[in-house]
């Protein structure tokens, strides 16, 4: 990355974090993380991980630097590293909510369905259709 401009580092490593998010699994573990923290094994109950995998999941966080261990009395214990993961989580959500309610930039712009930057609810994937 030596010769990549300073935009480009960033948005390459801004990207690796959104990675980092983008499967159901780890939402649910960082959304179960937002209330405090939480066992492994609660982890796994919640998730219906398998060891490895839940175990395989939390590493990516962890090398994102999203939650972090700790053990009291014996127990392993995950939490966020920062109150701005929870800030993600929530923007995420008001994000998709806008989105799968028809919202922002189409409601601006009624004139116009094909309005720059806004997708129709068909190009949604069935699982976000579903979620609304």
């Known amino acids: 990355m030596g010769d990549m401009p300073h935009g480009v580092i960033h948005t390459e490593v801004k990207a690796d974090l959104f990675k ?3 499967h159901p699994a780890r939402i649910l573990v960082l959304e179960m993380l937002v209330s405090g923290p939480v066992t492994v094994s609660n982890l796994r109950d919640c998730t219906g991980l398998e060891a ?8 990516i966080l962890r090398r994102q630097r999203l939650i972090v261990p700790s053990r009291k009395d014996g127990r392993l214990f995950y939490e ?3 109150p701005e993961v929870r800030d993600v989580l929530e923007a995420a959500h008001g994000l998709l909510g806008t989105i799968l309610n028809g919202g922002g930039m189409r409601q601006q712009n ?8 806004t997708a129709p609810a068909s190009a949604l994937t069935p699982a ?4 609304g």
């Open 80 to 82: 966020l590293t920062s």
């Open 128 to 131: 976000a259709q579903a979620a």
């Open 110 to 117: 009624s004139r116009s369905d094909s309005s720059p930057g």
């Open 52 to 59: 490895s995998n839940l175990s395989q999941h939390l590493g």
């Open 20 to 22: 980092s998010m983008g």
